[in-house]
């Protein structure tokens, strides 16, 4: 379950207004993941800036806030840094919010260098292409999958994927469009 503090409920406003059904439950799905983790591992993180990362992770992939130019991670961060000194956060506070978001997409970071994107690292790996599926028991998985139904997602997410692939070449995303995305996603087995 979600966060209950006012920036999560703001985050999660934002992303019901501006996500299709499939990519909100992406991002809720993502912030489940994370949490399920981080206590099945002892990880100790920041819970609201999980929960805000998650939500909003995604969302330069919506058309009202799609950079034709920044990769999509980098204009969501940047998003996220704008709503998290709205929120009245510190400055620091909104800089790290950002930061989760951008790490998510880098190589892998360590729990101890960085736990909240470590943690927000392993849900979209696990909710995109099925790695870390030793982490997440079956019972979780359709717990998750029932309140949170797939809806399409990966069709949905692979085609934003591509268009970014297209437009900015030099992104993460293009480079997971030519490490394969394709046949990742869709062998992942929460689509089975």
């Known amino acids: 379950m979600l966060p209950d503090t ?24 993502s912030y489940e993941w994370a949490a399920a983790y981080g206590t099945a591992r002892g990880i100790d993180h920041d819970d609201e ?18 950079s034709h130019t920044v990769a999509f991670e980098e204009a969501g961060g940047d998003l996220a840094r704008v709503f998290g000194r709205a929120a009245g956060w510190s400055a620091r506070r909104a800089d790290r919010v950002a930061e989760i978001i951008v790490t998510h997409m880098r190589d892998d970071v360590s729990a101890g260098d960085d736990p909240e994107s470590h943690l927000l690292q392993v849900a979209t790996s696990w909710e995109i292409v099925g790695r870390w599926e030793e982490e997440f028991p079956p019972d979780l998985r359709a717990e998750t999958l029932e309140r949170y ?44």
């Open 49 to 66: 800036l999980v929960g805000v990362a998650a939500l909003l992770h995604d969302i330069a992939l919506a058309a009202s806030f799609d």
């Open 6 to 29: 006012p920036a999560v409920a703001a985050a999660l406003s934002v992303a019901e207004r501006h996500f299709s059904p499939a990519m909100l439950n992406h991002s809720v799905r």
């Open 149 to 192: 139904p797939r809806l399409g997602f990966t069709k949905e997410f692979l085609g934003y994927f591509e268009d970014q692939a297209r437009r900015k070449p030099a992104s993460a995303a293009a480079g997971s469009v030519r490490r394969n995305l394709a046949m990742r996603i869709t062998d992942n087995p929460l689509d089975t």
